[in-house]
């Protein structure tokens, strides 16, 4: 077991959490993954994307700058929460995965209840910042805790926890349109969707480190589902991210910023296909960690389509 102190298999190394924090305080940043901030990143690029469509679809010059900062902080806030419920509930299965048995609570470096108090006073902030948005929002982002409730068990009793993990992870993709027009409408629910296939296909990538511990404590998951048809599988998933989120930017009226970006984006996925076959697991762990820039591409289109327009008129 790694010490304390050491960095987790997947973190990032030398990062401040492990090196500058506070000792006390290493554990809990460990809980919220702050040393792994992909997570978040992920979290986030659905809220910036619909931010991005719901920019070009009101005729705004860009995204509203005050929506994305609170998605930002809220990103990183309900990701740690999330975070820190799964590590509760799994902690006995993680104590008997190579790659998480050294989380503080399997370790043994945080009891559950402290772990929970944290979890309570992340989600408290969380909440803070959802108030900041139109009512509809509001309530919208309360309904997603239903999933965010019942995803840690779905590893247990189905071969597919990845999907729901995108029902949470997507979410964004909703609150970024309501919260500019205060309603859903079709293009939201489709970059939604779009968001949630991709997040199936990422998550499949990520899986695949763990197979052989998975195997032998029980836990399933779409990377063993899928086995050897697991590029075909993950290549259907980036397929339909790109077949339905094309179809949101046509609908709000998409101009070349917002095509560039996604036919970058595009690249990027079809690139994470070609290196799934014969992927070992650091491998696999760069692959996934890639889908920041995959998703930072998408929403940079988005984002400088308005711009464009009210700046060159293109």
Known sequence: MPGHDAPLPDALTDHWVDTRAPRATRPFLKLARIERPIGWWLLLMPCWWAAGLAAIAAGQPYPNPWHCLLFFVGAVLMRGAGCTFNDIIDRKLDAEVARTRGRPLPSGQVTA????????????????????????????GIASLAIVAIYPF???????????LGLAFSWGGLLGWSAV???????????????????????TIYAMQDIEDDVIVGIKSSARYFGNHTREAVALCFGLTLMLSG???WLVGGG??????????????????????????PVALRIFRS???????LAAGLALDPISRAVLGV
């Not at 779905?154 to 999907?163: E, L």
């Open 113 to 140: 209840k402290a772990a929970a108090l944290f979890m309570v006073a992340q989600a408290l902030l969380g909440f803070v910042v959802l108030l900041q948005f139109n009512r509809f929002t509001i309530w919208l």
């Open 154 to 164: 779905m590893k247990r009793v189905t071969n597919m926890p990845q999907f729901v």
């Open 181 to 203: 027009f205060g309603r859903l409408d079709p293009p939201a629910f489709l970059i939604y969707a779009a968001a949630v296939a991709w997040t199936v296909g990422y998550d």
């Open 247 to 249: 179809v949101a930017i």
């Open 256 to 281: 070349l910023f917002a095509w560039l970006g996604f036919a970058a984006f595009a690249v990027h996925l079809a690139w994470q296909v070609k290196r799934i076959p014969g992927a070992t697991s």
């Open 291 to 297: 889908n920041q820039y995959a998703g930072l591409l």
